[in-house]
């Protein structure tokens, strides 16, 4: 199922990076502030595309909106694995570690 209220929180995050505001969005897109707004919120059902349209708009991997990663990016999976980690107890995290550095040794 899709998460429109984790990619529009994508949308806004990505959106003040750069500085953008919500009117400058609509100007892009040809809509009203309000309905930025609710894409930002969750509140509006957005298409394929419109989603390229924003990605467009905001210099974006369209990926990294839906899935909040981006496979070419050197930091891919970052946020995801941090959060992850911020859920574990301490033995969890240990173990964690153990395992990425076993994977690592591995790998030369």
């Known amino acids: 199922m899709i998460d429109f209220t984790v990619i529009g929180n994508r949308i806004q995050k990505a959106r003040k990076k750069k500085n953008y505001t919500q009117q400058d969005m609509a100007d892009f897109l040809g809509v009203s502030v309000p309905y930025v707004s609710k894409i930002e919120t969750g509140k509006a059902v957005i298409n394929l595309t419109r989603l390229s349209e924003i990605s467009t708009f905001l210099e974006i991997d369209i990926g990294s909106l839906v899935s909040g990663s981006n496979k070419g990016s050197r930091n891919y999976l970052i946020p995801e694995l941090s959060d992850l980690l911020s ?22």
């Open 87 to 108: 859920e574990c107890t301490s033995e969890e995290m240990d173990l964690a570690y153990r395992l990425l550095r076993e994977v690592f040794r591995d790998k030369n």
